[in-house]
Each structure stands twice: as structure tokens, then as C-alpha cells.
Nanobody
Framework: QVQVVESGGGLVQAGGSLNLSCAASGNTFNVNAMGWYRHAPGKQRELVGD???????NYADSVNGRFTISRDNAKNTVYLQMTSLKPEDTAVYYC??????????????WGQGTQVTVSS
């Protein structure tokens, strides 16, 4: 059993910053990619960005240059630093972790989601 738990989020004014974190825990496993999606009302779910176990990052064009993803492999934790926030960044942010346990194929575990609201 693997749990993915997010923390952070909240309300911030436009131009402000906010940090999210997400930790994967449970039975012995290896974590490959970790990352963040977001889902705003009336919009499709969007990949915010991800990071490989080697630390290679990938970002959506809409957040590139404003958001930074990092991770601590020893803690199986991924971080999302958000700066220069815009009202259009308002969404529920979901963390995911691609986990390998033993010889089983990789499986994606999801966090419960955390609300980020940016006021204008």
C-alpha cells in the first residue's frame, strides 16, 4: 500500500508565491517520475510539470519560468514552488508518483488534491 499526501495550497493574491509538497509513503518501493497536474472548473486537466528520478524536469508552457519542481529522493517527496501566480493558475493541484514495487509494473498513485486560489 502506497499513500501520496499533499500539503500546502491556499489563497494568494496575484503576483504572489505558494509552495506545495507531496510525499509518497508505504511499503518498500522505488519511485520513478513524480509530478503535478491541475484541474480548474470548466477546463481539462493539465499537466503542470514532472520530474524524473534523475532530476530531469518538464513543464507546461503556461508555467515555465514561474514554477519550479524539485524532489528529495531520500524522502520520496516532490515540491512545487509557484511564483508570479496568476488568477488562471487557480485550480485543484494533484500530485502523482509512479511507483515500482518488486517485479511489478509501474503504477501511478495520486494525491487527494489541494486547492490553489489566486485572487486578482
Amino acid at each position: 500500500q502506497v499513500q501520496v499526501v499533499e500539503s500546502g495550497g491556499g489563497l494568494v493574491q496575484a503576483g504572489g508565491s505558494l509552495n506545495l509538497s507531496c510525499a509518497a509513503s508505504g511499503n518498500t518501493f522505488n519511485v520513478n517520475a513524480m509530478g503535478w497536474y491541475r484541474h480548474a472548473p470548466g477546463k481539462q486537466r493539465e499537466l503542470v510539470g514532472d520530474i524524473s528520478s534523475a532530476g530531469i524536469t518538464n513543464y507546461a508552457d503556461s508555467v515555465n519560468g514561474r514554477f519550479t519542481i524539485s524532489r528529495d529522493n531520500a524522502k520520496n517527496t516532490v515540491y512545487l514552488q509557484m511564483t508570479s501566480l496568476k488568477p488562471e493558475d487557480t485550480a485543484v493541484y494533484y500530485c502523482y508518483a509512479d511507483v515500482i514495487m518488486g517485479t511489478m509494473p509501474s503504477y501511478t498513485y495520486w494525491g487527494q488534491g489541494t486547492q490553489v486560489t489566486v485572487s486578482s
